[in-house]
């Protein structure tokens, strides 16, 4: 039995057809999740790990100085209070 060349040929453009369509449908798939992470991590208020180092240190600094201004604010208030200053604390 022969098989005709144009049916072949049919048949491998239908199967050829079918594989283009996946292909473009899983391409579609693809941008679509992405497009649907990106718009959720959008909605988060998210910062570089550069940026979170920066503020981290700021931070640290800040509370250094903090500690070292009550500490001397304490300092001063002893003083006060040996001088007989301290009757209102």
Do not use: P
Request: glycine residues 6%.
């Amino acid at each position: 039995m022969q098989i005709d060349n144009a049916i072949l040929d049919q048949i491998t453009q239908n199967v050829m057809g079918v594989f283009n369509r996946v292909g473009e449908t899983r391409e579609e798939m693809k941008r679509k999740a992405q497009d649907f992470v990106r718009e959720g991590i959008e909605h988060f208020d998210l910062v570089t790990r550069e940026e979170f180092n920066v503020v981290s240190e700021m931070l640290s600094n800040t509370r250094i100085k903090a500690e070292a201004l009550e500490k001397r604010v304490n300092e001063l208030e002893a003083a006060l209070a040996r001088l007989g200053g301290g009757e209102n604390t």
